[in-house]
């Protein structure tokens, strides 16, 4: 049973269009972090939201934290290709483990 | 941000064999160290933590036995995968966190293991 779950788990899109990853959960956490993967390599963090309802920037990228603190949104306006790969939420609980989202994988056609 | 680092990052062996991964956290100290594991096109599964000085906590339903773990020292973690078989196979990533003000996991590159 997978504790977080990313919809869609699947995008595929045109460079230029806007997109929303979802990442649901019904387990409070207190915090959630977003990650991007390449193929063959590690995570890249890419923000951590701690605060029911908190909005964070990076660049295009928009992120939510559900005012109950059970879920995420990542935001991307105006995909370029770079943006293509896996994108991972994870919550994190108080032992600072982190229990890893299903996943999406986005690729963004030029 | 900090950097960790997995040696190998590719490895092949025989089935039956140990192999040994190593995870360093290369510019600040780790008390606390996670090992994930990666099958194609699917998330991270946390296997164990792996804590400086003292015994691994395991997540249920890994065996310890098989997947052993030494966190010797503040910045090396060591996962030892004993008479590999090819479910084995997989990537294995691990991840350091930093202590403060801040924690954050950092993770590594990752190695990916193929058994034979």
């Known amino acids: 049973t997978q504790l977080l779950e990313q919809s869609p788990q699947f995008l595929s899109i045109q460079e230029g269009e806007n997109l929303t990853v979802y990442c649901n959960s019904s387990?409070?956490?207190?915090?959630l972090q977003w990650y991007r993967q390449e193929p063959g390599e590690g995570p890249v963090l890419l923000v951590t939201v701690v605060t029911g309802g908190e909005v964070k920037k990076l660049k295009r990228l928009t992120f939510q934290f559900g005012d109950a603190r059970k879920d995420s949104s990542l935001h991307i306006t105006a995909a370029q290709p770079g943006d293509t790969g896996l994108y991972l939420c994870?919550?994190?609980?108080?032992?600072?483990?982190?229990?890893f989202g299903s996943g999406t994988r986005l690729l963004v056609r030029p | 941000g900090a950097v960790v680092s997995q040696h190998p990052s590719r490895v092949i062996c025989k089935s039956g064999t140990s192999v040994k991964i190593e995870c360093r956290s290369l510019?600040?100290?780790?008390?606390?160290m996670f090992w994930y594991r990666q099958f194609p096109k699917q998330s991270l599964m946390l296997m164990a933590t792996?804590?400086?000085?003292?015994?691994?906590?395991?997540e249920q339903g890994v065996e310890k036995d098989k997947f052993l773990i030494n966190h010797a020292s503040l910045t090396l973690s060591t996962l030892t995968v004993t008479s590999a078989h090819p479910e084995d196979s997989s990537f294995y990533i691990c991840s350091a966190r930093t202590s403060g003000a801040k924690e954050t996991q950092y993770f590594g590159p990752g190695t990916r293991l193929l058994v034979l």
């Open positions: 792996s804590n400086e000085g003292s015994k691994a906590t395991y």
């Open positions: 994870a919550g994190a609980r108080g032992s600072y483990k982190l229990i």
């Open positions: 387990s409070v956490f207190s915090s």
């Open positions: 510019d600040f100290q780790a008390t606390t």
